[in-house]
């Protein structure tokens, strides 16, 4: 039996991933009691973020500008495009620090049961990307999943007559696994070992 | 790799009861990924929360006057209280809609480990309450945990002396407790505290 503004913010917290009504209640309390070490700095943080960040008109990725700091960065190589399915995947890659090019995320994965088709996901823009020319080389990096694997049978479809080179990410992940909640020394083995696909 | 800003409510998100940097970083994606429905709403209620409340200087309860809406009902019974140590217990109790008196948070328990000293907590407060007068019943519901219940005892012998009858909870199984499944401290204080049958 909490105040009506409390309820607000637990339902709130409640809505996001990994969190329940009830860890939820907890986060709500930790916050009310930490108000300067907890509360404050959290507010500030979505703030900032919901005041300043865009997605990339370029690339799909959510970054303070528009070109993200990886399409405007010179030094990365222009003529290889890693396709990932959402901004996740692209943070995960990144973080290994393995993938010199730029990428192009989905937005998603093709779903027969949650009815993403294919003009839900960004295609258009990746062929459109493509068109543009300047690009080698294609990594089609969606999850090892059924989806994933479906979406990058679409892709390479879409992406017939291109003259770029279409690659995968090489087997090594595990069935079912997904990139976010891979370890970096996998991600970087499947990475180098991207093979081209046939 | 994400952005400064993002990294930061990333580390403000995992400092949260229940979430760690994995979590905190599928939150923040989702959080992005739904701006209007998830990131707009969650902003609201923070700045709410973070203007609004304040803590009730009476009984230590969260709401957004002082005293609280608990405190300032007339229809509470003014003559009970009901001492718990955290504002999270309070709502707990709340929720069971059975308490009918006002309380009291303590706001933490006694403990050696974590250096929370008797001053640490409100029972300076609850003394001079209590010196106030008109109060008949105190139930000591801390936890009933080894620190809930040292700090019960402290307070039960800080209060010593007023005329007010001191009660706790009583322990013994939970609804739906299985024998089979609780352990031997509580089927202990059941059996301990068993009761004739009308």
Redesign the interface.
């Known amino acids: 039996?909490?105040?009506p503004?409390?309820e607000?913010?637990t339902?709130?917290?409640a809505?996001?991933?990994?969190?329940g009504p009830r860890?939820a209640?907890?986060?709500?309390?930790?916050?009310?009691?930490k108000?300067e070490t907890?509360?404050?700095?959290?507010?500030r943080?979505?703030?900032?973020?919901?005041t300043?960040?865009s997605t990339c008109s370029t690339c799909g990725n959510?970054?303070?500008s528009d070109p993200c700091?990886i399409c405007a960065d010179p030094r990365r190589d222009q003529r290889s495009l890693c396709v990932v399915e959402?901004?996740?995947d692209l943070?995960a890659l990144?973080?290994s620090?393995l993938f010199p090019g730029r990428f192009h995320v989905l937005g998603g994965r093709l779903s027969a049961l949650e009815g993403v088709r294919p003009e839900d996901l960004s295609v258009d823009r990746l062929v459109a990307r493509l068109s543009a020319g300047g690009i080698d080389e294609v990594v089609l990096a969606t999850n090892a999943t059924l989806e994933g694997q479906t979406t990058a049978h679409y892709i390479a479809e879409r992406l017939e007559g291109f003259p770029v080179r279409l690659t995968r990410l090489a087997h090594g992940l595990p069935v079912g696994g997904e990139l976010?909640?891979l370890d970096e020394g996998t991600l970087a083995q499947a990475l180098r070992a991207r093979r081209p696909i046939d």
Chains 1, 2 share one sequence.
């Open positions: 039996m909490a105040s503004e409390i607000a913010l339902q709130a917290l809505r996001l991933p990994g969190l860890s209640r907890r986060a709500v309390l930790h916050l009310l009691k108000r907890a509360l404050t700095p959290l507010l943080a979505l703030e900032t973020v919901s300043r960040l959510v970054d303070t700091a959402e901004v996740a943070w990144e973080r620090r976010d909640y």
